[in-house]
């Protein structure tokens, strides 16, 4: 789907989790969603913010699973993603804290694995995401499934590319301060969801987002692995659809 500017297409996701959210609450049911950090979803999470102040939209039953967390982080620095999403979702709508699941960067490594194993079940035990949001790194990851990613991997620790640490350096004020690595839900976490959005924006994510959606299925660009997918939609504006 190509549209005219960012914010449409942040809009058009918007409304679609939106109704998930009213359908589920009229059924006295549960939303459950895959969030994503990074500049793409700001306008989504903005809209959504919208939407909980003046249009009455409740986060009472949504429960949430962010993608990823860098590791080592502690929750309170300014570059956690725990950090980001209170900033731009969850301190500004009525989600329950107990309903709000990011990986944690603050454990022992001997801990990371059996924490992954209890994300994943915590996910199933759900009945898995009912919509996953997505961007997509200048390396073709999703969540941080860098290249060679398996399609069947699962919430892991993972060692961050040197493209990926480049492109966080300035968030960190150096590229010596990114950590080396990061907890990410697997491809095969994300590929489980009933309806995944990617989104994309701006003329650098072209080349990837070309490669995503017509190259040749490769775990080398792990986004390619969601053309595999039933229900996927890649959210474009004209710039990041430009090499199509
Ligand atoms: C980070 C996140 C990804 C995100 C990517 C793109 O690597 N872990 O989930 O998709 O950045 O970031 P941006 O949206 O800022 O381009």
């Known amino acids: 789907n190509v549209f005219d500017t960012a914010k449409i297409a942040s809009k058009y996701a918007a409304d679609e989790i939106a109704s998930l959210i009213r359908d589920k609450a009229a059924k006295g049911e549960q939303a459950v969603l895959g969030l994503a950090t990074g500049s793409t979803p700001t306008q989504l999470y903005d809209e959504l913010v919208r939407m909980h102040k003046e249009e009455g939209l409740s986060f009472e039953n ?18 956690s993603y725990v950090h980001f999403m209170h900033e731009y979702l969850f301190d500004h709508v009525d989600i329950k804290e107990e309903n709000i699941h990011i990986p ?15 994300y ?7 009945g898995g995401l009912d919509i996953q949001i997505l961007g997509i790194g200048r390396t073709g990851h999703v ?8 399609i069947n991997s699962k919430t892991r620790l993972i060692a961050l590319d040197s ?19 990061a907890i990410t839900m697997g491809v095969g ?3 489980k969801a009933d309806r995944i ?45 430009a090499e199509l």
């Open 120 to 126: 994943e079940e915590k996910i199933d035990a759900l």
């Open 189 to 191: 976490t994300i590929m």
């Open 197 to 241: 959005f990617l989104m994309a924006w701006g003329e650098g994510k072209a080349k990837i987002v070309q490669k995503a959606i017509e190259g040749d299925i490769t775990s080398q660009i792990p986004a390619t692995f969601l053309q595999k997918h039933e229900n996927v939609e890649f959210l474009l504006d004209d710039a990041s659809s």
């Open 163 to 181: 493209l990926t640490i480049l492109d966080a350096a300035s968030g960190f004020f150096g590229v010596e301060n990114v950590p080396r690595r």
């Open 104 to 118: 944690d960067g603050t454990l022992d490594r001997e801990d990371v694995y059996d924490f992954c194993q209890k």
């Open 62 to 79: 949504v429960v949430t699973f962010n993608l990823d967390e860098y590791y080592p982080m502690e929750p309170d620095s300014i570059h």
């Open 143 to 150: 969540g941080f499934n860098e290249p060679g990613s398996s």
